[in-house]
């Protein structure tokens, strides 16, 4: 999990659900065994804040095609989407682990709709991480059409459409990444 907010946290990024929502039961999934170490470090860091945290956060190895549990009110997924080898059934897994009114926050490296809208500092530098990261790892697990880092909103609304949701939006963006809220 994580977030771009532009803000140094010491606990890092990915318990920022748990400081703004300390009731939230929070479970981080990551295909990554080293993520899911960070994670079980930033909670343990979150738990010797002052903030009344009620419920900590697990951290569990498991793919977003097959993490556990039903009826979450909010599932995220920080700049990983693009990196999963089947992200159509990380989508239909996600749909279905979500309550009715749950929302699927979806964050994605900045990019547009062409390669030469790519063509920027920043697009130039994520295309290099694209092409020796993210499409060698999602066709390690399998992927036949590897999404890459600079697919941009179209190719991710497809995807989220063929998982069943109802409605697909942009709701924010940074100069590194996109924000999209899915909804069943
Ligand atoms: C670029 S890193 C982002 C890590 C972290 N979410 C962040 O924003 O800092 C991509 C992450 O995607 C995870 N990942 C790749 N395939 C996955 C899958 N099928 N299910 C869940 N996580 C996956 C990797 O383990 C890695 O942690």
């Not at 010491?10 to 659900?17: A, E, I, N, Y």
């Not at 709709?113 to 295309?127: I, M, W």
Request: hydrophobic share 40%; charged share 15%.
């Amino acid at each position: 999990m994580s977030a771009s907010s532009g803000k140094k946290r010491p606990w890092g990024r990915g318990v920022l659900s748990l400081r703004h929502q300390p009731r939230a039961t929070t479970v981080h999934n990551s295909a990554g065994a080293a993520w899911n170490a960070a994670a079980r470090r930033w909670t343990v860091s979150a738990s010797f804040t002052a903030l009344p945290y009620r419920r900590m956060a697990e951290a569990a190895l498991a793919r977003a095609q097959d993490f556990p549990g039903t009826g979450y009110g909010l599932v995220t997924t920080f700049d990983c989407l693009h990196d999963m080898g089947d992200p159509v059934g990380a989508a239909r897994h996600i749909r279905a682990a979500l309550a009715d009114d749950g929302s699927w926050l979806i964050v994605e490296p900045y990019a547009g709709g062409s390669v030469a809208q790519n063509l920027t500092p920043v697009g130039r530098v994520y295309y290099n991480f694209s092409t020796f990261l993210c499409v060698p790892h999602a066709i390690s697990e399998g992927a036949a059409d590897a999404l890459g880092n600079q697919a941009g909103e179209a190719p991710v609304g497809k995807i989220v459409s063929e998982a069943g949701f109802g409605t697909f939006r942009r709701v924010a963006e940074t100069p590194f990444n996109l924000v999209y809220e899915a909804r069943p």
